[in-house]
């Protein structure tokens, strides 16, 4: 099986978007998956090290992180408690692929569980 590595703060968000559509059911990458991924389960390994900037305190990246995904913090704040490092947490199938702007020089490619 193969696996995919985030930031584990985001792994709860995606966790959570089997049972409520508000969360993360999508990961935004810059390259294009294996074509052979497409309709495969996959692993979700949260990475070791958080990717908040170093210069925000943890209260600046929750409400920072909220916006960017448009939940209200306190809706936010327990799931991203639930938040592990470095351990496999998930497994998803990855249902489509697309790309966000063909015409980008360096296109996203959005994976879909």
Known sequence: MKALTLHPEWLPLI???A???RYKS???RIWP???DLLGKD???HA???PGRDEHL???EYIQETCLHVGLPAADFLPVLDRAVESSIVAVVRVVGVWMMNPLDRKP???FVD
């Open 108 to 110: 996203w490619y959005h």
């Open 33 to 35: 998956p294996p074509p």
């Open 15 to 17: 966790c959570e978007a």
């Open 42 to 44: 996959i692993a979700l």
């Open 47 to 49: 990475g070791k090290f």
């Open 57 to 59: 305190d943890r209260l």
């Open 26 to 28: 999508t990961e935004n």
């Open 19 to 21: 049972t409520d559509p």
